[in-house]
């Protein structure tokens, strides 16, 4: 019981860390390859300059407190795929996941939020509903990439 106890704590002290540790493994990686930079973030070649100024932009904009929600290209959905529904391209739903998880690392101390009704969403490559719903404005475009806050 106490080890299964201990074993647990251990994963919750690893799983609170690990956004952290991954930020500090990326700037030394980056600091040793000399991968550029924006505003403290490296460019992913998927991203690119254009979409990484972007995130950023996004970072300054949004309160850190505030969730932002991700919607992505839809792609095929993969056999290791374990959720069975979800809006497709939301949450990493049917997206290209490595993307998706480098998203929520970029937007890094924004939570992420899987909810449609987000005051903050960001279109990333992918066009925002036309009309959008009532109330939301389209607050930043950037190339594929929009802003929409409602």
């Known amino acids: 019981m106490a080890a299964a106890v201990l074993l647990a704590a251990a994963a919750v002290v690893g799983l609170v860390r690990l956004p952290g ?8 990686a980056a600091a040793q390859r ?11 070649p998927p991203i690119g300059a254009a979409g990484t100024e972007f995130l950023a932009l996004v970072r300054r904009t949004v309160p850190a407190v505030e969730p932002v929600r991700v919607v992505q290209p839809v792609t095929p959905l993969s ?3 374990d959720r069975e529904s979800g809006q497709a391209g939301v949450c990493g739903y049917s ?7 480098w998203l929520q690392y970029a937007l890094l101390p924004h ?6 009704n987000a005051r903050w969403t960001v279109y990333a490559r992918v066009p925002p509903p036309d009309p959008l719903p009532a ?12 802003l929409v806050r409602r």
């Open 79 to 81: 056999p290791l795929e």
């Open 21 to 28: 540790e991954l930020h500090r493994q990326l700037d030394s």
């Open 95 to 101: 997206t290209t996941r490595l993307t998706y998880y």
């Open 135 to 146: 109330g939301a404005v389209a607050y930043r475009r950037s190339g594929g990439w929009t």
């Open 111 to 116: 939570p992420m939020t899987c909810a449609a």
């Open 34 to 44: 000399g991968i550029p930079r924006v505003e403290g973030l490296a460019v992913q």
